[in-house]
Structure formats: C-alpha cells, structure tokens
C-alpha cells in the first residue's frame, strides 16, 4: 500500500466514524428537543384554559355587579313587572356579553332566563352562587346548572332604596359549549376538550368520520385518577389519532372536583419531522451537522431559560395568592372574634362600674355624694345600652341574628317590660298603663327576648319624650286559628310628638327627629332601626303615628304559633326588687373551679337561705350527681356550671348531666354571653346563662325562674354594705393566697407550649382581679388572654413583663390584709381532745358532700392547734384535699389519746 492511500484510508474511516458519530448524536438531540417542546406546548396550553376560565369567573362577577346595581331592573323587580325584567335582562345581558343571564326573587325563585325564557317558576335558591347572592354576598364559581349543564356562574345581590335584599341575579359563560374550546385550540394551537366528570361537553377533537366527539367519555383509568385529584400526562390514540396529552381537575364549589380540563398535542408532525431530519442528514455535510448541533443546543438553552424563569414567576405568584387568602380568612375570622371580645370585655367594665355604683350607694353618704353615683349609674348604663345597639345594629347588618323559636307567656314579657321602665316613669309622674289580652289554655311560639327588646325599646322611647300625661302599653288579638295567632302591639304616649318629615327618617340608623333630640334628650338613634328590623325579621311592619305637641303612637302586628299550655309547665314568677331580698328554700350545687369565684356566688347564695354544694371541675359534679342519683337521694334544685374549668369543663359536664335523665336545671356561670355562645350552652343541655360579673338582683332573677320565693325581706342598706365589704376583704385575703405564684404558673405553662393551660390562668386571674376591683391588672391580665386564644402564643416579652410588674404590685398591696387576718385568726385555742374530736364529727360529712356549710366552722378550725393547714384547704374550697388532711388529724388524736 502506497503513502497516499495509507493517508486517505485512515482519513475516510475517520470522517465515516466522524459523521455517522455526529449523525446518531443530532438524531437523539433532536427527539429529545421535540419530546421537550410537546410537554412545553401542553403546559402552556393548561395554563392559557385555566387563566381563560379565571377570566370567565371574574368577568361574570363584574357583569354581575353592573347588573344587580341598574336602576330599571331593580324597579321592575319591585313592581313585580316580568316583561319589563325579561326586556331589561335580555337588554343588559347583550351589553355585559355573558352567554346566559338570570333574574331570581327574593326566595331564589327563576323570574326569567334569557337563554330559556319558557323555563321559569323553579328554584335556583340551593346553588351556592344564588345562596351568597341572597345572603348579600357577590361570589363566582365553576358549577353544572339545571339549563346550562357546565358554566362559569356569578350571582349578586338586588337591593331595593331601602337597601333591603329583593332578588338576585345569575349569570356567566358557558364552558359546555364549542366556542370556548375552539378559542383555547385558536390560542395555543392545541386540541381542548371539556368534561363534566367523566363524560366530553365541549371539545374540538372529532372522531374518524368528521363528527364531534361529545357525549363520550374518557379512559375510566385516567378519569379515576384524575377526578380523584391527579393530573395525566402522557401519550394516547384518541379516535384513531395519536396524541401528547394533559387531564387537570376542573375545580367547582370548595374545590370539590366536578370536571376534567384536556389538552393535547398531535405527535404525527413531529414524527414526520424526525423522518425528514434523518433522510436530511444523510446528504449534508459534516459542517452543516455541526452547525445544527450548535444551534439546536442554543435554542434549547434559550428555551429551558424561558422556561425555568416562566416557572419562578409562576411559583411567586401562587405564593403571594396564598398569602392573600390566608390574610383574607384570617381577617375575616379576627371579625368575628373582635365582635365577641369586644362585647365581653366592654360589658364586663361597665357591668363592675354600675355594680360598685350602686352598692355604693347603700353607704351612709351625703345626699350630695349619693346625687353623683346615681348619675355615675345612669350615665353607665346609658352608655351601656349604647354599645348593645351597635353591636345589634352590627349583626343585623351583617345578618347574623337568628331568631329564637321557643314558648313562652306574653304576660310574662310585659312584667318584666314594665319593671325595666317603671322606675323611670314614676321620677317623670307619667302613668304607665299596660294590658296584654290573655290566650286562655295555649302558649306562643317564638323569640320571647327579642320581642321584650322591641317592646322595651319603644317603651322607654315614649317614656324619654314624654314629660306629662300618660304612657300605654296595649296587646290585642288580632286573628285567631287552632294553630297560631296574630298579636297586635300598641305603644301610644302623649309626648311631644313628630312632623311627618322626621316620621319619614326616624328608622335610618344613627338618625334622630332632628340634631335637638340628641342634644335634649341624649342616645345614638339606633334604637328604632333595631327595633323595626327585629319586628320585620318575626314577619311583621312597624307602623307610626304621630302628631307634633300631642303624641306618637308606634304598633305592629305579628303571628305566633300556639302549643298547648299544659305542655310546658311555668316556673314560677317573681319580679325582683332591689330594695326587697327574695328568700329562697334548696340545694344548689355551684362547679367553678376558681376558690374566689366559689366564695362570691356562695356568699350571694347563702343570704338568700340556699345551701350550696361545690365541685372544682366538670368531672366532680358529674361524679356528685351521680352518686347522690345511686343512693337515690333528692336532686339538686339549681346547679350552676362554670364554662373553663379543667378536667372537664361545663359543656361536657352539663351534656353528661343531661343524658342521665335528672331534671335539675343548669345554668351556665361564664363571661361569655354573646348570642352564640348561649345557643352552644342550650344545646348541651343549659336551661340559662348567668353573666359575670352579676348584680345581686340579676342573680335573684335568676333564681326565681326556677326557685319558689319563700319571702323577701326589705333591704338593710347598711347591713348589705357591712355584708359587700366583709365579702370584699375575704376575696382580697383569698386572691393574696391563691396567686403567689399565678405568674410563675403561667410562665411555666407558656414554656412547656401549654397554651391552653396558661389561657385558662390568665382568664381567672383577669376574672378575680376585676372581682376585687383591680382594674389595671384585671385589663392586663384581659389581654394576655386575648394573645392566647386559638391556642396560639402571641404574648410579647413587654406584655409578659408588665403582667409580672402589676400582679406584684396588687399582691404587696394586699399582704397587710392577709397579715392582719392571720394575726387575728384565732383568739382561743381548743385542746380539749373531746371537743376536737365533736367539731372533726361534724365536718367530716359536710365534706365528704362537698356542702360550703362546713365554711362555718372554720372558727373553730382555726382555733385547733395544727390544723391551720386544714382551714386553708376549706377556705379554697379544696374539700377533696381537706378530707384526706382530716383523716391525717384524727389519726394523730387516736394516736395520742392511746
């Protein structure tokens, strides 16, 4: 072999090997690129549907707003005019450009729909858009109709001037149609197809013969996985076709799954391609190759850069949605909370003002001085009745008042009216005349508080703007049948009277007859819009008359349902005095587990001659109830159930009580009296609710409700604030006792992550702090409290430091209190082991009972030497640890008498 061929053998091998190298290598290159595009063009074309179908979502809720607000439409729904609402909605609906339109009434009945004006008269009350729209809420959702099997819904509200809810309208685009699946095919260049579950309602893919694919279904193993909340990809013969492919959930109310979005890729054009790369490759050059291998790596640079910056972009923006959904729930569950807190922890101050108020006043003070408390009262009361108006104008307008539907007496209603306003009536001179005409052998059915606020509300209006002459009160049956009755309702006084124009704004709220009222006679002029809201929500209308210089008169109609009287038994009525003490005659077991709680409401039970047993959780006074039920004992007749206690807390405890089938009535002992929370207390089993702090004669009222009035006793005003102040220095010697080491306790808790726990201690040092008057630590404590709800730790260091300061500025404050008792204890010792041995006799049954009788005996305790730890554990009414330290004594005196 010749040099050259030697040269040109190795060269042409070099450049075979070379080519075919490089050849093979632009091949897998090139499949690959193509294999990328295919998932790139799918990806794409799901996010251009899904964003269309967001569009659709949000362009109906716009059309929507527009719609429900056109002046025309909602005077035509007022007049009632069906052909002037199909013009108007058929008009409105060609300007909105929305595929479908609906008017509905006010009960979510169809008015008309433009799309199928022969089809009306049914209901669209139970779809959620339709439901917010009634509810006054503007919402849109994906969701299958009874006319239109797939669309993108939107519904709002119609408001008549009045601002009063008369209808809805819905309406949206259509995604069961062809259009829209042929401008998501003319936008990313892909095959769209719409399902509704399983089954094909919209779809641009045709089978063999030219036909729509619609109607059938897709692959029952790809539907499974996808309705169940999976997206597929990967590649299909559909109809003869193959095809890359996409499903996606199709997401409807609550992300409840109702549909499939498909989107696809034919690959024969791509197959094609790779043919004609192939049969190219073979006739180009070596060059040519490289330079395709370049570029074709350049461009699937430049697309995987376009890609992964598309997909950062992406990731961001679904970050910031979340981020703005979760502060939109939260904002709207802090609503809540705040309406609640802010009724609690405002009532509570103003319930302690008005209390220490009027206990002062039983002082022996100067006439002048008893002047400025009684309009201390006045004024907090005053300002009280402010804040439940605007808490109650607050609900109405956001519509969560619920009526109740319970039976009760309208007698009943008027007495305890009457004694609200009488005192009022009698400092003015002005007679009050009431008469309800009675409904012989049956009971009403309905919201008996509510219909007391109505009254009271328009009673106390007559009574504020009348200065002489006579204010009325009339009930008179207006129609009759064996299941229900209308009432008619009059209130008439002979006031000063309105012009026609002030009749024609008293009921706005906030507005008064003129800027005089307010200035001569005070209030937020919500009053009336309360009350004529309330008596539209029980299906009547407030009516009034009224003449400038003569008087105004106020009536309103309203239908009750009837029950048999002998269903129901009545408890006994007493309307309470303040300056007559109603006596008692029972046995009332009290479950609250703080010892300060327990003193206060055993004292205020005992001066009106009722024994009390006491229990420290939910589980003792199930266990206390149930043992005295085995020995057959009588029951209780009151119990009074605290709401956070540990162990078990009072809504189990009163739902365990329940199901035992005993009949002694609970009443929920708690702070918490917000209408919701009262609704939570009867469904477990609780016949009544007792706010804290209460007054006296709150709790009187309380007890007459379900106790026989034995007597009553006129009111030493002197002795009762002897009794108050006695009572106030126990609370104070108790509280220096018990928190100590409150602090150390609830920073202990914190950092054991026991929220719950270091919640509970807060809410009773805020509880017994305001019990003894310290208001600073009471509002301290109030909002570590509030930071430690929903079981969440929200304290700041701050916070926490100025709650150890203030709680040790109350404790030193008090600790001569505590010394000055302890020193003067005990007087006189007794030894005489005999004696000892009659007075442990006696206490030991009262404490195995739990009975508070045994308090009494504690003079005698602490005059035994070594048993101070015994009256300790009395006097915090530890009667379960106190009979086990008794136990311990008298074996020591056995021992020692041996």
Partial sequence: MDFRKKIFIPMVTLVIVGCVSVFITSIFLYNRELNTSMHEKNNVA?????????????????????????HDLMDALVRKDREKIID?????????????????????????????????????????????????????YVAQGVTIRLGAYAGAPIYDDNSNIIGAVSLGFRLNNQQFAYEIKALTGCEVTVFLNDERVSSTILHEDGSYVLGTKAPEIISERVLAGESYIGELEIFGRELFTRYAPLYGVDDEIIGMLFVGYYTEEDKNKIFVFIMSGLLITLAVLITCIILASFISGSIDRWYKRTMKEIEKANVKLETAVTE????????????????????????SIIGFSELAQYDDIPQKTREYLGNIQDSAEWLLKIINDILDISKIESGKIVLENIPFDLSDIFSHCQSEVIPKAKEKGILLYCYAEPSIGKK???????????????????????????????????????????????????????????????????VQGDDSVTRRFGGTGLGLSITKNIIELMGGTLHVESTIGVGSKFNFSITFELVDDSVFIPPPKYLVDVYEKPNFKGEILVCEDNSLNQQVINDHLARVGLKTFAAHNGQEGVDIVAKRLERGEKPFDLIFMDIHMPVMDGLDAASQITRMKVKTPIVALTANVMSNDIKLYRICGMSDCLGKPFTSQELWRCLAKFLNVEGQTTVDKNRQSAEEEKTLQKLM????????????????????DDIKLAHRLTHTLKSNSGQIGKKRLQMIAATAEAYLSEGKNRLSKEMINDLETELKLVL????????????????????????????????????KNKDTECLNLLDDINSIPGANQLASQIEDYNFKLALETLENLKKEIAAGHE
């Fill in 46 to 70: 799901q996010m251009v549907a899904e964003h269309e179908i967001e569009n659709m979502k949000e362009n109906a809720r716009i059309a929507a707003m527009g719609m429900a607000g056109n």
């Fill in 88 to 140: 108007i909605s058929n008009a409105l609906q060609t300007m909105s450009r929305v595929d479908y339109c609906t008017i509905l009434d006010r009960n979510g009945i169809v008015l008309t729909r433009t799309h199928e004006p022969e089809i009306y008269n049914d209901s669209l009350a139970h779809m959620p858009h339709v439901k917010q729209a009634l509810n006054g809420k503007i919402e849109s």
């Fill in 328 to 351: 939109a729930r939260n904002a709207n569950a802090t609503k809540s909370i705040f309406l609640a807190n802010m009724s609690h922890e405002i009532r509570t101050p103003m319930n």
């Fill in 444 to 510: 009403m059915h309905g919201d008996p508080v509510r219909l007391r606020q109505v009254i009271t509300n328009l009673l106390s209006n007559a009574i504020k703007f009348t200065n002489v002459g006579t204010v009325k009160l009339l009930a008179v049956v207006e129609g009759r049948t064996e299941t229900s009755t209308t009432i008619n309702f009059e209130i008439k006084d002979s006031g000063i009277g309105m012009t026609p124009e002030q009749i024609a704004r008293i009921f706005e709220p906030f």
């Fill in 733 to 752: 010697v108790n509280f220096v006792k018990e928190n100590q080491n409150k602090f150390a306790d609830i920073t202990k808790a914190i950092e054991a």
């Fill in 812 to 847: 030193e404050e008090l600790a001569p209190i505590l010394a000055a008792q302890q020193a003067g204890v005990s007087k006189y010792e007794i030894t005489c082991p005999k004696k000892i041995k009659e007075i442990y006799e006696k206490l030991e049954p009262l404490l």
